[in-house]
């Protein structure tokens, strides 16, 4: 996003801005946590990873 800032701008309307654009991050994004433990290994995942690296050579 790109705001745009004239000269002569007061200090309540750039503030006003950057609470607009902060807003606006918050809202985008992936809400991981709704994911956490959904997956249930039987086997440790580093021993899993480990395995999966080694096919590669």
Do not use: F
């Not at 200090?11 to 946590?33: A, C, H, P, S």
């Amino acid at each position: 996003m790109v705001v745009v800032i004239k000269k002569g701008a007061t200090k309540n309307t750039i503030l006003l801005m950057m609470k607009r654009v902060m807003q606006e991050r918050k809202t985008k994004g992936i809400k991981v946590r709704k994911y956490c433990g959904v997956i249930k290994l039987k086997e440790d995942a580093l021993i899993i990873q480990k395995r999966m690296r080694d096919e590669w050579e």
